[in-house]
C-alpha cells in the first residue's frame, strides 16, 4: 500500500488498528502452542540396534495423541510456511504490476512543441 499509494496509506494507519496487529501478533503464537499446554512432552526411549551392537537413548517428544498429530503439524505447515509464502508471492506480484504498468501520456501538444524546440536548435 505505502509503495503503490503513499499519501493514503498515512490514512490507514491508527492506534486502533496498531492495537488489533499487536493482539493478533500475540494471540496467534498463543493459539499455535496451545496443544503443547494440553499434552505436555515426556520422555520417550529409543533404541537402535545392529550388528555392531544396540544403543538406547531418551528423547523428548511432544505427547500429542495419533489422530492429532497429522492434522497438527499439517495445520502448522499450511499456516506458518505455505500461507506466508503465497501472501509473500502475490503481494509481490501486485506491486510488480503496478509499478511496471504503462503510465499514461498525454501526447496533445507534444507534437507542436517538438517542432518549435527543433526550431530552436537550428536557429
Do not use: N
Not at 488498528?17 to 503464537?29: D, E
Not at 551392537?53 to 531418551?58: F, H, I, P, Y
Amino acid at each position: 500500500m505505502a509503495v503503490v499509494h503513499p499519501l493514503e496509506s498515512r490514512t490507514q494507519q491508527t492506534r486502533g488498528r496498531a492495537r488489533r496487529i499487536l493482539a493478533g501478533v500475540w494471540a496467534a503464537p498463543a493459539l499455535v502452542s496451545a496443544p503443547f499446554l494440553a499434552w505436555p512432552a515426556g520422555a520417550v526411549r529409543s533404541s537402535l540396534r545392529s550388528p555392531l551392537g544396540a544403543m538406547e537413548r531418551l528423547s523428548c517428544a511432544v505427547g500429542l495423541p495419533g489422530g492429532v498429530r497429522r492434522p497438527y503439524y499439517t495445520a502448522l505447515f499450511v499456516l506458518l510456511y505455505a500461507l506466508p509464502g503465497l501472501l509473500v508471492a502475490g503481494t509481490c506480484a501486485r506491486v510488480a504490476r503496478c509499478l511496471l504498468k504503462g503510465i499514461p501520456v498525454s501526447r496533445q501538444g507534444s507534437v507542436r512543441r517538438q517542432e518549435a524546440d527543433r526550431r530552436k536548435v537550428i536557429d
